[in-house]
């Protein structure tokens, strides 16, 4: 139990274009989804934290109108990297917390998905 | 504010080589500790969590960790490391509300 998946998996657009990446848990229900951003041999960075229903809260220094995100219901949440930059690829992961588990509840992570911005 | 050291980026070792990988921390809150693992290609996967209670926690796949408080550590340790221990291990603290991550530490296995 307790899968994330993401969608697409890798995706290469041109720059100024958006790109949507999904994030889905697939056995349970997420009040709570967060989106990270992974630099090559870097950490993951948290960009933000997603409640279902409710505006996400950014991280200090991410663009809320350069990364869109909406989170509609329990099990789905979306990133929106609007006009993309070659500057913003890299690899985007995702995690969610189950409903049931509370505010320090175990995230669970999707596969990443890898921007690549030409 | 918190933040999680790993000094070791990058770990090599021989099949049945003991292991040891730093963590520091730091966090004035109530600490929850935890270590993840991504294997080439896949995505992170839970190792071993600390909330509370005995501070030597062991997880799945032979790893354990220890919580040194007055050591703002919290290393993770194997006996042994298999040629399937290959991989990225990422140590984080809790915040508030979400996880905070060390820069990683790659660990190579030499069968």
């Known amino acids: 139990g307790a899968v994330v998946s993401q969608h697409p998996s890798r995706v290469i657009c041109k720059s100024g274009t958006s790109v949507k990446i999904e994030c889905r848990s697939l056995?349970?229900?997420?009040?709570?989804m967060f989106w990270y951003r992974q630099f090559p041999k870097q950490s993951l960075m948290l960009m933000a934290t997603?409640?279902?229903?409710?505006?996400?809260?950014?991280e200090q220094g991410v663009e809320k109108d350069k990364f869109l995100i909406n989170h509609a219901s329990l099990t789905l949440s979306t990133l929106t990297v609007t006009s993309a930059h070659p500057e913003d690829s890299s690899f985007y992961i995702c995690?969610?917390?189950?409903?049931?588990?509370?505010?320090?509840?175990?995230?669970?992570f999707g596969p990443g998905t890898r921007l690549t911005v030409l | 504010a918190q933040s999680v050291s790993q000094h070791n980026h990058h770990v090599i070792l021989s099949e049945a080589a003991s292991l040891e990988l730093g963590c520091n921390y730091s966090?004035?809150?109530?600490?929850?500790l935890f270590w993840y693992v991504q294997y080439p290609g896949q995505h992170l996967q839970l190792l071993l969590k600390?909330?509370?209670?005995?501070?030597l926690v062991k997880g799945i796949k032979g790893f354990e960790a220890e919580f040194i408080k007055s050591k703002f550590s919290f290393n993770l340790r194997k006996p042994s490391v298999q040629w399937s221990d290959t991989a990225e291990y990422f140590c984080?603290?809790?915040?508030?509300?979400?996880?905070?991550f060390g820069t990683g530490t790659r660990l190579t296995v030499i069968p």
């Open positions: 995690s969610a917390r189950a409903a049931t588990s509370g505010g320090r509840g175990e995230q669970f």
């Open positions: 056995d349970f229900q997420a009040t709570t």
């Open positions: 997603s409640n279902e229903g409710s505006k996400a809260t950014y």
């Open positions: 966090y004035g809150g109530t600490v929850n």
């Open positions: 600390y909330f509370s209670g005995d501070p």
């Open positions: 984080a603290v809790m915040g508030a509300n979400n996880l905070f």
